[in-house]
């Protein structure tokens, strides 16, 4: 069965710096898709960022990037210049082609101190 | 684009009655929905996937009869906490799947006295 870990439970980071919170999975399937959503206090998800398995190329969100090792089954959200209104739990989900669902990661919870 | 609406936001009902949660797709039409449930400080635990025009499938270990869900239109899926007791309340998500991305409702806040 797949399974998705985030293994930072809190990150801190300052305003105005970079933050890269991580994230590893296990799967033997081959095509999938793999994604960052945002919890606020809200507790609205938000989607951040998706990446296509097949794709080599890292994906891209203005501030935020994702660093996708396929081999090492890994994949590292970046937030760069990080603001205020990034602080919020941040969770690692996947998706692949043999469920019909997505897996969550346990979640990183993110502040940024001003 | 890709916004899922839900409908109530907050309730709050009396033990042993039914409580419907509505989830809309608003502007796109998904043919699968999911219902999350969220503990405090947790992450989401799905309870079941709901496909339009057929039975929803339950995770194990989840109720079928007291979490009743249908899936009557391409846009609209409904969740209905059938005699809800205090161990109900909970925050419940529900999502909608566009274009291989899953999109979230804001979230009901079910508090059961």
């Known amino acids: 069965a797949q399974t998705v870990t985030q293994s930072q439970p809190e990150m801190s980071v300052q305003e105005a710096e970079t933050v890269t919170l991580s994230c590893t999975y296990d799967?033997?399937?081959?095509?999938?898709?793999l994604f960052w959503y945002k919890q606020p206090p809200s507790r609205q998800m938000i989607l951040v960022i998706r990446?296509?398995?097949?794709?080599?190329q890292n994906a891209t969100e203005n501030r935020f990037s994702v660093n996708f090792q396929k081999a090492a089954k890994s994949f590292s959200l970046k937030i760069s210049d990080s603001q205020l209104g990034d602080a919020a739990m941040y969770f690692c989900a996947y998706y692949g082609g043999s469920q019909g669902n997505l897996i969550f990661g346990k979640g990183t919870k993110l502040s940024v101190k001003p | 684009g890709a916004v899922v609406s839900q409908h109530p936001s907050w309730v709050i009902c009396k033990s042993g009655t039914s409580v419907k949660i509505e989830c809309r797709s608003l502007d796109f039409q998904a043919t699968t929905m999911f219902w999350y449930r969220q503990f405090p400080k947790q992450s989401l635990m799905l309870m079941a996937t709901s496909n339009e025009g057929s039975k929803a499938t339950y995770e194990q270990g989840v109720e079928k009869d007291k979490f009743l869900i249908n899936h009557a239109s391409l846009t609209l899926s409904t969740l209905t906490v059938t005699s809800a007791h205090p161990e109900d309340s909970s925050f419940y998500i529900c999502?909608?799947?566009?274009?291989?991305?899953?999109?979230f409702g804001p979230g009901t806040r079910l508090t059961v006295l």
């Open positions: 990446q296509e398995a097949y794709k080599q």
């Open positions: 999502s909608a799947r566009w274009t291989l991305s899953q999109y």
């Open positions: 799967t033997s399937e081959s095509d999938y898709y």
